[in-house]
Structure formats: C-alpha cells, structure tokens
C-alpha cells in the first residue's frame, strides 16, 4: 500500500519523504532526490536518467499527461490501460530508468525492483527473505 506524503504541485525539499510503501513487515519511505515539486523531479529525473516509479491509477493519472511515458513500455491498473501508449500487461515493467507496476496486489512485486534497483540484488533477496515473500521476478 502506498501513500503520498505530498501534495501535487507541493514544493519539496531535497531527502523529504514523498511517499511510504507498506508491507506487513516494512514501511518503506522515498525521498525527494532534490528540491522542487513533484512533476518537476520526475521530469528531471527522466532527462537525467534517474529512476522515477509510478503504480496503480499513476501512470496513467500522472505520468501519461505530463509526457513521461512517451517513448516507454509501461503498466499500470488495468481499467487505465486504454491511457497507457505502450502498456504491457505485467505486474512491474522496468523501460530505462522508469519502473511501473499494475496495483495493490503487485506493491510487493514492485517495491522488491525498486529495492533491487538502487541498492543490489542482495539487499532485495535478503528483504523478500525476511518476509518469507516469494522471489520470482515479475517484471516485463
């Protein structure tokens, strides 16, 4: 389960925690990688190659109008597919250095690549551990 700890349009400061991810076991926070608001990051981070994420309704809510899914192979909720350019029907889809994934029942799915992608492989397999979560890879 995700919730957003900022409003769109909301001015952040670098490190403040933009959304926290639930599992039964974790609580996982992610920062604002520098000032600014929220679509200026991702923007930002899209042209620089820096990951950005989106799950659910988001990509197609958020992303989609604000071109940062052109170009890209993304998921998401599969009511919004018909939003989604180049949607690919998987539970986590990783295009570059944009990760997507459908819903609440793929958030540990898709907390696990976030994981996996900025700290190691090892530091994703020891957390699914702990969580007696299974460790197949569903990303497209």
Known sequence: ????????GEWLEKDASVVAIESEKATLEIP???????????????????WYAAICAAPAMVLAPHDLLEGKRATGFPAFKDQLPRWID???VVDGHL???????TALAFALKLVELTM???KSRKIAESMIAPLEDATA
């Open 32 to 50: 604002a990688p520098l000032a600014g608001t929220l679509i200026k990051i991702l923007k930002q981070n899209r042209a620089n190659r820096r």
């Open 1 to 8: 389960v995700g919730d957003w700890l900022k409003k769109e």
């Open 90 to 92: 998987a539970p986590v």
């Open 120 to 122: 190691g492989e090892e």
């Open 99 to 105: 990760i997507t994934s459908q819903g609440p029942g």
